[in-house]
């Protein structure tokens, strides 16, 4: 019998499939998720988000996690779409009742819906640009000049072409690679090496304007790569960007973005640097959020084992820097998995029959050089998975009559994208620690109140309003911001009562993890005050304190 959803997922989904996913949490946990469409992009796709948790949900301390930052990163959409199903499958048990009842998790699932089809499409290649047609190269003609599919197996690989000014060589220890020649070295480069095209507009450049617009992770808005391809013709300059923006701007109790991209701040977290910290345009971390980044980096390290993932530093007009350094909130991103450097194994390959006493392990010395593609290669072969290459086959090519032109090398998505049965335990590895780092979140409390009658039907109340959890109220950089609200702190008397020392109503500055602050107040008059204390980003505590 077919019972729908029961199905086991073995690919990656596309668009519809992902929209279907969706909509079943929508309508199977209506208590607890709502679906809506924040805007639509130029290809005419839904750029969804999930509002995941219970009661109000605008009144809890909330994480915003965002896939799809770029279109040829497949994982990102999977972890968080795979993160708010697994939340639900969980959530008939006590530990995501009450995970629910704190905190609020905002999910936008795939911020370029446009450029992620193309992997599903009948030519497949890694794109970023949405459907907006660009004129990427400024030559007055808009999408002329794409990829082809040279060797027409329906997927954009490499082109090598054999020149005296080639600067690329065979990889001397995987001949599926190309690596570049170190002149410095004395070594020789014998190829030209570029993705599979022709010069469509014999301008002289390859591929340089085909489709795909603009890339969300370089059209926001800080330290926004401008005139550069696809960046856009200003910052936030797509519904899709612009519609995120618009909806986290009003969600005051975010107090974390949670994005997977190749950005990287979680396995390894970002650096002090003073010179950046105090520029005008401060570019780099708060010294006390430095901190943060490094208390929940060792804390995702622990769920994920991303230790060794390459360090990737954001090129502005991106997501992860957006979200710390305008949106004011702690911004974490994680590329969710990488290629594993595959170094000398020394273990015995599965499958040996040790009855026959034949040893056929290969001991492979670590590579000498650097190269992402024959580490890949290497990789899989020792996983069982078989590589994702292209054999490289001669063409004719138009553009080098005569020349020895070949077709082929690694294919595309698979550095930044796992084989698909791998994915179900990275979003489980991810989903930990999205619920670890909900466990930090600040929670404001007051306590320690005391009553003193001081004569004249004066009393002075003394009272400590403290965050209970681990990170700060919000960020240090958010204190310089309209968009991130500080602790408020309110004594709220009757009309036979008044202030005579202290304030009625005051900010605190950003109160770290496990931090107190004490306040105090005269109070003529007798009956009871009501203190509160709160923010978005610490949820709220009111008091009545009899005098
Ligand atoms: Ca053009
Ligand atoms: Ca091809
Ligand atoms: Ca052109
Ligand atoms: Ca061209």
Redesign the pocket.
Known sequence: MFVAGTIAQTEYSNYNQQTARLDALGKNYPQSVKLKSITKTTGGKDIWMLTIGSGNTAMKPGIAVVGGVEGNHLLGTELAIGFAEKLMQGSATDSIKNLLDRTTFYVFPNMSSDAMEQYFAALKYERQGNANQTDD?R?G?VN??GYDDLDRNGKITLMRIESPVGDYRINPEDNRSLVKADMAKGEKGKYLLMAEGIDN?K?G?FN??GEGGVWFNKNLSFNHPSFTRGSGEFPVSENETRALLDNLFQLFNVYAVVSFSTNNNLSTPFIFNSANATSRIVSGWLEPDIKVNSMVSDMYNKSANMKEAPKVSPAGGDLLSWGYFHYGRFSFSTPGWFVPKAVADTSRKAGVDSTKKIDTVKKEKPFVVEDAAANYFRWAGRQGISPAFTEWKKIEHPDFPGQNVEVGGIDPFVLINPPFKMVAEITAKHTAFLINLAALQPEVDIVNIKTEKIGGGISRITASVINKGALPSHSKLGERTYWVKRINVKLNVSNNQSIISGKKIQLLNSLEGYSTKELSWLVKGPGTVVLEAGSPTTGSRKVEISL
């Open positions: 190269d030559d003609k002329e000049d507009d301008d450049h340089e304007d």
